[in-house]
């Protein structure tokens, strides 16, 4: 089950799918926080302003530190960021 509540998220954001699935992420280059559409692989950078986004692809950077590779690193289990700001509170489950 993911971290992030789906019906809260999509209050936020100016289209929806139903497919979609969202998980709280963390990049393994820098540590910064987003939400992944894990069905249409986009990535939300910034819980402020859900414009900005990143379609994942091969050929992506790092949409934070520029670094050529990255993962995308999924957190299941709130224990994993415990007394951690992750920007997102607002959306968790």
Do not use: H, R
């Amino acid at each position: 089950m993911s971290l992030i509540n789906k019906e809260k998220f999509e209050k936020n954001k100016d289209y929806e799918f139903k497919e979609s699935v969202y998980e709280l992420c963390k990049t393994d280059c820098c540590g910064k926080f987003c939400i992944k559409d894990s069905k249409i692989l986009e990535l939300f950078i910034n819980p402020k302003d859900f414009n900005e986004v990143i379609l994942i692809n091969k050929d992506a950077k790092c949409p934070f530190c520029g670094v050529d590779k990255f993962k995308i690193v999924e957190i299941k289990d709130f224990n994993e960021i415990q007394n951690v700001k992750t920007g997102w509170e607002a959306y968790y489950n």
